[in-house]
């Protein structure tokens, strides 16, 4: 079984603060992890992803991952927020399972900038 | 290349009612996902389409809702009878189906059952 787990329902920076989401894992086998950002009324679209390759992730728009396999967590940083990076973001795990990908996300968490 | 399509993007019904949801996955894309995301909530998978096989639908609430993946490409959401809390966003995603994979995600159908 896999799950994953978002601290933090709602995060609050001020514009040009260090953004940190937190997202911790759990499965039975090595998980190929990833985050997705969701802009309102849009879909998800794909941050970054880690498979098994550097255990540090450089995404989109300045964001990076570090996977820390030690404490089962994936969690999202970026140096200094922008206005534009108010949107709700995803961590998701991903497994094979059967044959086919079984996808696993969190419940989210909303980043609200503060100008 | 062109996006996952869906349609309607927005929707409004009473309960008891029916509605159906239509999405066109990436071309080549073998695998198709159905979630339903409610307000302030993570997605739900609801069902998943290997080419037009179901490998997961353990999350559907089979007697009201139902999907079909014909000929393996375009996928068809439907309720029927809608209830008040299936009011939410159906969004529609597909992958390669590698584990390593990403999902593409189109906008998404916002219901609102009255």
């Known amino acids: 079984a896999q799950s994953v787990t978002q601290l933090g329902s709602h995060v609050s920076v001020s514009e040009g603060a260090l953004v940190l989401l937190r997202c911790n894992y759990s499965?039975?086998?090595?998980?190929?992890l990833f985050w997705y950002v969701q802009y309102p009324n849009q879909g998800l679209q794909l941050l970054l992803k880690?498979?098994?390759?550097?255990?540090l992730v450089k995404g989109i728009n300045g964001f990076e991952a570090e996977f820390k396999k030690s404490e089962t967590s994936f969690h999202l940083t970026k140096p200094s927020a922008h206005m534009s990076d108010a949107a709700e973001y995803f961590c998701?795990?991903?497994?094979?399972?059967?044959?086919?990908?079984?996808?696993?996300f969190g419940t989210g968490t909303k980043l609200q900038v503060i100008p | 290349e062109a996006g996952v399509a869906q349609s309607p993007r927005y929707k409004i019904i009473e309960k008891r009612q029916s509605v159906a949801f239509w999405c066109n996955p990436i071309?080549?894309?073998?695998?198709l996902y159905w979630y339903q995301q409610i307000l302030g909530q993570g997605p739900k998978l609801l069902i998943q389409?290997?080419?037009?096989?179901?490998?997961?639908d353990s999350q559907l609430p089979k007697d009201r809702f139902s999907a079909e993946r014909l000929k393996g490409v375009d996928s068809t959401l439907k309720i029927q009878p809608a209830k008040l809390e299936d009011s939410a966003v159906y969004l529609c995603?597909?992958?390669?189906?590698?584990?390593?994979?990403?999902?593409?995600f189109g906008e998404g159908s916002r219901l609102t059952v009255l």
């Open positions: 995603a597909s992958s390669s189906g590698a584990s390593t994979g990403e999902l593409f």
């Open positions: 499965s039975s086998v090595p998980p190929y």
């Open positions: 880690y498979t098994s390759a550097a255990t």
């Open positions: 998701a795990v991903t497994m094979n399972s059967g044959g086919y990908q079984k996808v696993t």
């Open positions: 071309s080549g894309h073998a695998t």
């Open positions: 389409f290997q080419n037009n096989g179901v490998v997961d």
